[in-house]
């Protein structure tokens, strides 16, 4: 699908629904979202980032815990979206089977696909790919709950 240079979910509405702030808000916007199916995140990776001063300084990848917890951010948003409910959290419980494929350098435009895997209760288990371009760089599958604030 065509990405549209208007975010259907914008940097505000993602801060007044993920707790996270700088250095921890991995996300920029969502741009594809589907009630209860899907959302696609993007995040845009530039040499700023304060990991990459520590995280192989001479040759800077993003680290791949990142690139899950990105993922998970766009779990949540997908979650809480999903639900339609105000003043919860939505708190990240696990990951299975994550694959780091490719790395991910400052530049890049990271792209996180979230799919809905099943759902039970206020528990919500995802999949998540991350992709540069066409290229899968990273894929795990999550889980979130979502509780009271």
Request: hydrophobic residues 45%.
């Amino acid at each position: 699908m065509a990405e549209s240079n208007t975010p259907f979910i914008d940097i505000q509405e993602i801060m007044n629904i993920l707790p996270h702030r700088y250095p921890f808000l991995l996300i920029d916007r969502i741009v594809e979202f589907e009630k209860g199916k899907m959302a696609k995140g993007i995040k845009n990776v530039t040499i700023n980032e304060p990991f990459f001063q520590g995280h192989f300084p001479s040759h800077p990848i993003m680290p791949g815990v990142l690139i899950i917890e990105a993922m998970a951010q766009v779990g949540g948003v997908l979650a809480f979206k999903s639900a339609d409910v105000s003043n919860r959290l939505v708190y990240f419980m696990g990951i299975d089977g994550a694959r780091f494929r490719n790395p991910v350098f400052p530049g890049d435009t990271l792209e996180i696909v979230c799919e809905v895997k099943k759902t039970r209760g206020t528990i919500w288990t995802f999949t998540g790919n991350a992709f540069v371009g066409e290229r899968r760089v990273a894929e795990a599958e999550l889980m979130a709950t979502i509780v009271e604030r």
